[in-house]
Every structure is written in structure tokens, then in C-alpha cells.
Nanobody, 115 residues
Framework: QVQLVESGGGLVQPGGSLRLSCAASGAIISTYTMSWYRQAPGKQRELVAFITSGRSTNYVDSVKGRFTISRDNAKNTVALQMNSLNPEDSAVYYC?????????WGQGTQVTVSS
């Protein structure tokens, strides 16, 4: 059974940085596109960034130039480096992968940007 476990969330001041990590178990994720989503209270879950097996990346406009997605195939992990955070980035962040037609999710990690 595939499991995704996110970590690295927390409380940070505006302008600060956080690095989220997603550790996969039960499957090798190197051949899959991995994604980070986020969901703020009262809002729909949105795709933040994804990285393909060939390490091509894409980002939602609101985080371009501030967030960087990366993957470490040796460790079976995906990371999201978040810089210049602002309160609008506050949300639960989820790691996700589509395998065999099913979208799998981690449990999420809370990011709160506040002074």
C-alpha cells in the first residue's frame, strides 16, 4: 500500500521560509509525476506545483519565483522549498501522486504565515 507522509509545516513570519518534504513508501515514485496541493479554509484545494519524472516543473502563478519543487529519487522523496512566504500562503499542504488511475494523498501539513 502506497503511503505519502508530509512534514515540515509550521508557523512562520511573513517573508520567511519553510521546506516541506513528502516521503513515499510502498512504491517507487521516481517514474511518477509528483504534485503539491494546498487548501486554505473555505477554499478549494489548488495545485501549487508539480515535477515530472524527467524533472520538468510547473507552478501556479502565485508562487512562481518563490517556491521550488524538487525530488530525490534515491530517498523516494519530494520537497517544496517555500521562500518569501506571505499570509495568503497559509493552508494545509498535501503531497499527491496519480497511480493506476487513482489519485493518492498524504495527510497534509499545516503552514501558517503570520506575524
Amino acid at each position: 500500500q502506497v503511503q505519502l507522509v508530509e512534514s515540515g509545516g509550521g508557523l512562520v513570519q511573513p517573508g520567511g521560509s519553510l521546506r516541506l518534504s513528502c516521503a513515499a513508501s510502498g512504491a517507487i515514485i521516481s517514474t511518477y509525476t509528483m504534485s503539491w496541493y494546498r487548501q486554505a479554509p473555505g477554499k478549494q484545494r489548488e495545485l501549487v506545483a508539480f515535477i515530472t519524472s524527467g524533472r520538468s516543473t510547473n507552478y501556479v502563478d502565485s508562487v512562481k519565483g518563490r517556491f521550488t519543487i524538487s525530488r530525490d529519487n534515491a530517498k523516494n522523496t519530494v520537497a517544496l522549498q517555500m521562500n518569501s512566504l506571505n499570509p495568503e500562503d497559509s493552508a494545509v499542504y498535501y503531497c499527491s501522486v496519480v497511480m493506476q488511475g487513482s489519485q493518492l494523498w498524504g495527510q497534509g501539513t499545516q503552514v501558517t504565515v503570520s506575524s
